[in-house]
T-cell receptor, first 116, second 113 residues
């Protein structure tokens, strides 16, 4: 069965602190894709990153970085020097190609509050 | 590229009424998805179209729900005889590749009173 777990329901940090959002996934497929999305108060899901199961390289994009570890089935997201504009709900998602649908299985999200 | 659009953005209806939502995907995207998101939860998959063919439906999609994508362009999601439990945000997403990311619309927030 496919499952995505985001154990952190809500995190509060003070501006400029670093913060890591955890994501643990379960799948029986050897080929799968992992994603992170941001959902600001406006409600629209904004794509941040995609990672396939064969690419374990970590990635950095500005203040954002992602750590993908197949050994622990984790795909964690770190924001460095957080800003108030980072306040949002962040979702981790998994998709598999077995059925050809590539539908997403989402975690329950982590609400990040960055305080000025 | 104007992104995925959805209409209406908000809908308030009385229990038992029918409602229809529309999604316009990014023009070159052949894959279209509907998801439902309730408060405090992640979106849950409802149904998937590749071009005009509806290829997968979730068990969440009861007989009261129907979706179409005529001519492989825009899509509609209809809920008949709405119930209070249908209150949620209905999200549409599109992509041009199964392996690629999905782009989401702003959603339609349905409130059933």
């Amino acid at each position: 069965a496919q499952k995505v777990t985001q154990a952190q329901t809500e995190i509060s940090v003070v501006e400029k602190e670093d913060v890591t959002l955890d994501c643990v996934y379960e799948t029986r497929d050897t080929t799968y894709y992992l994603f992170w999305y941001k959902q600001p108060p406006s409600g629209e899901l904004v794509f941040l990153i995609r990672r396939n199961s064969f690419d374990e390289q970590n990635e950095i994009s500005g203040r954002y970085s992602w750590n993908f570890q197949k050994s622990t089935s984790s795909f964690n997201f770190t924001i460095t020097a957080s800003q108030v504009v980072d306040s949002a709900v962040y979702f981790c998602a998994l998709s598999e190609g077995t059925s050809g649908t590539y539908k997403y299985i989402f975690g329950t999200g982590t609400r990040l509050k960055v305080l000025a | 590229d104007t992104g995925v659009s959805q209409d209406p953005r908000h809908k308030i209806t009385k229990r038992g009424q029918n409602v229809t939502f529309r999604c316009d995907p990014i023009s070159e995207h052949n894959r279209l998805y509907w998801y439902r998101q309730t408060l405090g939860q992640g979106p849950e998959f409802l149904t998937y179209f590749q071009n005009e063919a509806q290829l997968e439906k979730s068990r969440l999609l009861s007989d009261r729900f129907s979706a179409e994508r005529p001519k492989g362009s825009f899509s509609t999601l209809e809920i008949q005889r709405t119930e209070q439990g249908d209150s949620a945000m209905y999200l549409c997403a599109s992509s041009n590749s199964g392996r690629g990311e999905q782009y989401f619309g702003p959603g339609t927030r349905l409130t059933v009173t």
